[in-house]
């Protein structure tokens, strides 16, 4: 959707799209908020997460689904509310919770609770009879490491189990699973990742900006990117199609590089009269 011709802009999926997805973690917005959210960004928003367990104390929740299903847009709640009734037993109740609220996609994880790993495939096989099941990969705790052939594993059982997407972790901060703590990526372990799993499969969270940046240079406007806050969809979009400097150059042809040369060296010239002053 553009409000004007502009050439050299890559074409983008059009909803409901299964590549190319914007996913918004929704910590708490009020009616109203959500209420702007898609005033101002409907158009480029594919799901919603209610993050964590939020939905359980979130006021106004039924209103809240009722509004986003108008607009079209789907709602899940965070794979942690999941984990919070496998730990008390109590599946059946999020069996018949998903059904009360009518919802259509649910998430499973275990990045908080020590899960066997067949038993969340067996979970992900119950619940996509019901719903279409997003899976997440990936500890929530900083310094847990896991090798980039369980990561493959995992992910292909899981989506053989019937998961639609599997998320990998990043936590809403950007500083676990898929990066470093310091929120830059571990580059060789998504490079083996994507050698071995369907990249339109895979939604990589990814609430930084340079982080966006980094898949979307990789991977192209049309990656999978979750975890994106609701005042930064927008701007998620600007990058995807190269309106954001951190992207400019990067569906240009090859007669536009050259101010990008110009421009790499009056910033390099700047830079180094900065060097010499101090």
């Known amino acids: 959707?553009?409000?004007?011709?502009?050439?050299?802009?890559?074409?983008?999926?059009?909803?409901?799209?299964?590549?190319?997805?914007?996913?918004?973690?929704?910590?708490?917005?009020?009616?109203?908020?959500?209420?702007?959210?898609?005033?101002?960004?409907?158009?480029?928003i594919d799901i919603i997460k209610l993050g964590?367990?939020?939905s359980l104390i979130t006021p106004n929740l039924e209103r809240k689904l009722a509004f986003f299903k108008e607009a079209n847009i789907p709602v899940y709640f965070g794979g942690t509310l999941l984990e919070a009734f496998i730990i008390r037993g109590m599946f059946d109740d999020y069996l018949r919770l998903l059904e009360k609220y009518n919802m259509e996609y649910c998430e499973i994880s275990d990045g908080s609770i020590t899960m066997p790993?067949?038993?969340?495939?067996?979970?992900?096989?119950?619940?996509?009879?019901?719903?279409?099941?997003?899976?997440?990969?990936?500890?929530?705790?900083?310094?847990?490491?896991?090798?980039?052939?369980?990561?493959?594993?995992?992910?292909?059982?899981?989506?053989?189990?019937?998961?639609?997407?599997?998320?990998?972790?990043?936590?809403?901060?950007?500083?676990?699973?898929?990066?470093?703590?310091?929120?830059?990526?571990?580059v060789v372990l998504i490079n083996k990742i994507v050698s071995k799993v369907p990249a339109d499969k895979i939604l990589w969270e990814a609430p930084q900006k340079s982080q966006q940046a980094y898949f979307i240079k990789h991977f192209g406007a049309n990656v999978n990117l979750g975890n994106i806050a609701p005042n930064e969809v927008i701007a998620l979009e600007t990058l995807r199609i190269g309106l954001r400097s951190d992207t400019f150059f990067q569906y240009l042809d090859q007669s536009m590089q050259s101010f990008k040369q110009s421009n790499d060296f009056i910033t390099s010239e700047n830079e180094k009269s900065k060097t010499a002053k101090v």
Request: hydrophobic share 35%.
């Open 1 to 44: 959707m553009m409000n004007f011709e502009l050439s050299h802009v890559p074409q983008r999926t059009e909803k409901p799209r299964n590549a190319g997805l914007t996913m918004v973690m929704d910590k708490g917005l009020s009616i109203r908020e959500c209420e702007n959210l898609v005033d101002g960004s409907g158009p480029y």
């Open 117 to 186: 790993h067949d038993e969340k495939c067996h979970y992900i096989q119950r619940l996509c009879k019901h719903v279409t099941v997003i899976s997440e990969v990936g500890s929530k705790e900083e310094g847990i490491l896991i090798r980039p052939n369980k990561w493959i594993e995992m992910m292909n059982a899981e989506l053989q189990a019937g998961a639609w997407k599997v998320i990998a972790e990043a936590r809403e901060s950007g500083t676990v699973g898929i990066y470093r703590p310091n929120g830059k990526a571990h």
């Open 52 to 54: 964590f367990g939020s």
